[in-house]
Structure formats: C-alpha cells, structure tokens
C-alpha cells in the first residue's frame, strides 16, 4: 500500500488528455531500444499504478540514464518536465524531458498496482475499481475525438509543456498547433509542426552554374529536444530572410527533410530541414516562449584567447572599442565579400580584433560602444590573434552585458588596454606574444608544425638584397575581377604571351618579387618579399623600379644599395617545403612595418618585470607604460 501510494494515480489520464500537471511519480515497467534513423531513441514502459502508457519517449539527452542502468523495470521516477505530442493518426507521444530516480527497481522488486493500459490515443478508460479521481475523463476524449476529426487547423490546443502558464500549443489566431519535438523529425514523418527558437542565421548566398543560378541562407532552430538546421532557396529566401531573426522563436511546418550534409552543418542532428513552396513560418506570441531554451553562451575572457587552439570556436562579449569601415574584397575563387574590422575589449583590460562578414559587416554601427556578443567566433593566429565571424549580437539584454557596459562607462574607457592582436597591421609592429628571435625561430623548427605554415614577429636587419631576378615581367589583364599577374614571356616581335589568358599582350607590368638576407643578434635567414612588401622595402613602386633597370643601371643599383642595414619589424611566414627529397623551410614576409621604440620599450619592460628582473628608477617607466 505504501509503494502504491507513492505514484501519482491517474496523472498518466490527465497528461493525455492535455492537462497541465506539476511534476508526478510514475513507475518504470520496461524500456525498449528503437533504431530511428541512426539514432538512439528509447521507448519506455510506464505506469502510475491507475494507467499505463507505452508510447512514452525517454529525451536523446537522458540515454545516459539507460547507460547507466538507473531505469531498470519497476523503478520509481519523478517526472519533472515532460511533453505530450500528438503526431500522425491521432496517436499520442509523452516525451519525458528531465526524470529524476526516486526508487531504484532492485528495492521496490515488484509491479504497483493493477494499471490499465491507456489507448494510442490518449482517452482514458475508467480505472477498476472506481479509482478514477475524475469523472470528467470521459467527457474530455469525446470532445477531443470530435474535434480531431475536423480540418487540421480546428485541432484543440492540447499539447502542453508543464513549463507553460498556458498551453504552449495555442496559436495567435483560432487554430492551434500540435508540436513535434526536433529530435523527433525524420524522413517518414510529413505531417508536424516545430517550435523552436532560431540560434543562427546565415547571409544570403549565390551560385551561378551552367543549369541555373539561385539565391540560399541557412538557420540554426533549437527546442529542448535538439537541434536542426533549415535551408531557403531562391522564393523562399527572399520571402522569409528579414522575416527570421536570431533568437525569437517560430511555429514552421511543411518542409522537406533529408540527410544532413555535414560539410555545412555541425550540428547534432542526422537530418536537415528545406523550406517547400508552402512552407508555414509564424512567430510564437510572447507568452508562449518559455518552454524554448534560449540562447546559451560560454563566454570566454578576450586575455584568455591567447591560450585558445587556432581554428577552435569561441563565444567572446565585449565592449567594441574601435571600428574601421566595412571594404569590399575579392576571393581567390572570384567571390566578392564584405568584411569590417572591429575592436572589443573587457574587464581583463585587453582587447581583440573582430572581422564581421556580409550583412553583419555592412549594418554595424559602432556609435556609442556597443557591446558586442558573439557566439562560436573562430579564432586565427593571423596577426597574433584574431576572431572571425561567428552569430553576431548587440547590445543583448543579458547581465554581462550590462556589467560590461556599466565597467567601460565608470573605467573602461580611460583604461590602458593591451592588445593580443598583432600591433604591427596598424601601428606599432610589436607584439610580445608572438615575438621570436631567428635563432628561437629555428630552434622552435617554426614552419614544420602545419601544412599551412606558421607565423612568427622578429625584429632584424636587412644585410643584403638580391637583384637578380628582382623583377618580372606580369599579364596585365584582369580575370573574373582579380589581377592576372602571371609572368608573361617575350616573342620576339615586341609582344608577349601569358599562358594562363591564353592570350598575346601588346603591353606589360613591372612586378617585384625580391629575395633578402635579413639578421638579428643570433642568427639570420632568407625570406621572400613579393609586390607590397618590397616597394615598402625599396622606397618606390614595380613601375619606377623597371623603369629605372632599362633606363639607368647606376640609379637602379644605389635602390638596392641604400635599402641595406635597415631595420624593421617582419611578419613571417614559414612553411616547410620539399623539393628533389630534401625539405626546407621558406621564409615569406607578411608584412613588414617601421619600428615604435615606445611600444618596444614598453615590451621589454614587461618582459624583464616578469622574468623577476627590474627597471632602475634612473628610467622613467611611465613615460612607456
């Protein structure tokens, strides 16, 4: 009697039947493995001692508990969180979204009462005995069988999340939707309706092929069962791209679902979902959004990144400190982007450079010093290190964002920031982070940890350039809006052909590609500096460099002559390249930049500070800190 008394009776009668229920203790009678799509689904057995149901659903994110042999027959739960779906022919689902183990199976040892089980459909059946606690149950399944059988629009709101004041089934207008779980989606399914919270939306993007051309985005939906991505194309991407926004939540129904294609998408989800001609998207009232998780993020401190693995995501939030205007690029593959460079920092007092893409590129405004939320930002190690991309949020209504914004009003603002992005792109050259001397560069064996190559600072001087085949001869033309620059050769006849256009020339480009020796206090080595980086180095552009190698040789040598013994900060490259079995590391120059003695200076203090040494008070140190 006393186990007896410890279920809920008759709550699994009430759960069917829509009622909103706080949370009940049912018992486990068995669970069953069901294979749905390549994913592990449980089905379990339960009861409340009044009534069984069998077409219960253990949530993807509770299979631990079967791992870990915690819902073993005639074990006693607590269902704290739960689901009731109505899905295809009437039947109904109970997906139990958070169970807590009151009773393991072993001390209870037995079956609780008598329990009958309940139809797929949901109507509860009096129980033996009279036991039933509502007389009403009855009255409730004609009333849902006759509604059922009306057009799909008049279905009654009857599924309800126990997190809800209200069914969260209820629509805007006189119709009401019968939600289906995310986890619960698959090829075999046609008729169901999500509600989910939209994390991530892409930009609109184009093709252009011989069969046709087209217009796509893409979006991120999350519930608390899982989460899938949906794509829209061309109609449909122009009718619902401004219509879905990041973070508000959706009622959407009628579209395709087929395999994901991992390559685009990173979520957990075996499926993905594609917006058909008549597609249904309607925005869920305010009120009937609390049962759908919000965007979560794990922010990481911008002084942490430093540590942070390069290609690895991130979700950083700061205060933007700086912004450049948004500039037009091209892509290796003929591709034209929008990018904008941003700087944010917090209360760690060190700031990071952000690149926004597309359309968040070409809206931000950083007027005011918005803060700025990003999630899943990926980190790069050009120029020391930076963060790319990634769902962009501003000004959100979340309490670091407040703190943020209350740390720079009050002190932020008048702070000494320390950067971790490479100084050397836009001011000083120095970053202490990534500074190398060529002896530790070579030690380090820098260029033959990646097959991308790597990058390295160094401080040297350049002690000599070679002007052997320090100019070529490039194809002027222009392909698919880039610059061919392809070296051309000389026919004879005063004309020239470059291979790559196909094509003869009538005229040409000087180009420079100059090989230097460049040393510091321990050691020296090549490098390669191509077009920007060697007019810098030279003092003058290609153009003036070849004319000056046809037109007066005594001139075009006292170039290369007065261009040694100077020194610069160098952004390198490295990479490990192997020719005829033997391998060798090539040195590129990035960038090169004069030098800030301040912010040198600046660097060697901490530098000495932090290895225990110190600064004589003779130096003012505060005319660098």
């Not at 603002?413 to 050397?424: A, F, H």
């Not at 990534?434 to 390295?456: C, H, I, Q, T, W």
């Amino acid at each position: 009697l006393t186990l007896k008394m410890s279920l809920t009776e008759g709550v699994l009668g009430r759960v069917v039947g829509g009622e909103d229920v706080p949370p009940f203790l049912v018992q486990i009678c068995g669970t069953k493995l069901i294979q749905n799509g390549g994913q592990e689904r449980h089905r379990l057995l339960i009861s409340d001692g009044v009534y069984s149901n069998s077409f219960s659903m253990l949530a993807t994110q509770l299979n631990h508990l079967i791992h870990e042999n915690k819902l073993e027959p005639f074990t006693i739960v607590k269902i704290n969180k739960h689901i009731c779906n109505q899905v295809a022919g009437g039947k109904k689902i109970v997906i139990l979204m958070d169970v807590e183990v009151v009773t393991p199976g072993a001390e209870v040892g037995k079956k609780i009462g008598n329990p009958v089980q309940l139809p797929t459909d949901g109507s509860a059946p009096p129980p033996p005995g009279n036991q039933n606690k509502d007389p009403n149950v009855g009255a409730v399944k004609r009333q849902a069988d006759t509604v059922t059988a009306a057009p799909p629009q008049k279905i009654p709101a009857t599924n309800r999340s126990v997190l809800s004041s209200k069914p969260s089934t209820m629509s805007a207008g006189s119709g009401g939707h019968v939600v289906c779980p995310i986890s619960y989606i698959t090829p075999y399914q046609n008729k169901w309706t999500i509600k989910a919270r939209c994390t991530s939306k892409s930009d609109i993007r184009t093709w252009n092929k011989a069969s046709g051309s087209g217009k796509l985005f893409s979006m991120d939906l999350m519930d608390e069962s899982g989460e899938i991505r949906a794509t829209a194309f061309k109609e449909q991407c122009d009718q619902y791209y401004d219509v879905i926004q990041v973070g508000k939540v959706y009622y959407i129904s009628r579209c395709s679902v087929k395999a994901a294609n991992k390559a685009y998408s990173k979520l957990n989800n075996d499926y993905e979902l594609t917006f058909k001609d008549n597609v249904l998207v309607e925005e869920a009232p305010a009120d009937e959004v609390s049962d759908v998780p919000t965007l979560s993020y794990n922010f990481a401190s911008i002084s942490d990144l430093s540590g942070a693995e390069k290609d690895s995501l991130v979700d950083v939030i700061g205060v933007c400190k700086s912004t450049n205007d948004p500039v037009n690029i091209t892509t290796r593959a003929g591709k034209e982007l929008t990018k904008r460079e941003i700087s944010i920092c917090d209360q760690t007092n060190t700031e990071v450079t952000l690149t926004l893409w597309g359309n968040n590129a070409e809206m931000f405004v950083g007027d005011g010093n918005p803060v700025v939320a990003v999630k899943g930002a990926k980190v790069s190690d050009y120029n020391g290190v930076t963060l790319s991309g990634g769902d962009v949020m501003v000004n959100p209504d979340m309490d670091m964002c407040h703190k943020l914004k209350s740390w720079w009003d009050c002190s932020g603002k008048n702070s000494s920031i320390n950067s971790i992005t490479v100084q050397g792109q836009r001011s000083s050259g120095v970053d202490s982070g990534a500074m190398k001397s060529l002896s530790e560069v070579k030690l380090e064996n820098v260029g033959y940890n990646s097959d991308r190559g790597e990058y390295y600072t160094t401080i040297a001087t350049i002690t000599y350039l070679s002007k052997d085949k320090a100019l070529y001869k490039a194809c002027p033309n222009q392909v698919d809006g880039r610059d061919c620059n392809k070296k051309i050769q000389e026919n004879g006849d005063g004309s020239f052909r470059c291979e790559k256009c196909a094509m003869d020339l009538g005229n040409f480009k000087w180009r420079l590609m100059l090989s230097i020796n460049m040393g510091d206090y321990s050691d020296g080595v090549w490098g390669t500096c191509f077009q920007d980086t060697a007019e810098k180095l030279l003092g003058m552009s290609s153009e003036e460099v070849g004319n000056l190698s046809e037109q007066d040789e005594e001139r075009y040598n006292a170039v290369f002559s007065e261009a040694n013994f100077k020194t610069y900060s160098f952004r390198m490259r490295a990479k490990a390249d192997t020719y005829n079995d033997e391998t060798r590391v090539k040195h590129t120059v990035v960038s090169v930049d004069n030098l800030d003695y301040a912010a040198l200076n600046k660097m060697y203090i901490k530098e000495i500070e932090a290895m225990g040494g110190f600064i004589p008070d003779t130096i003012n140190k505060d005319k660098y800190m």
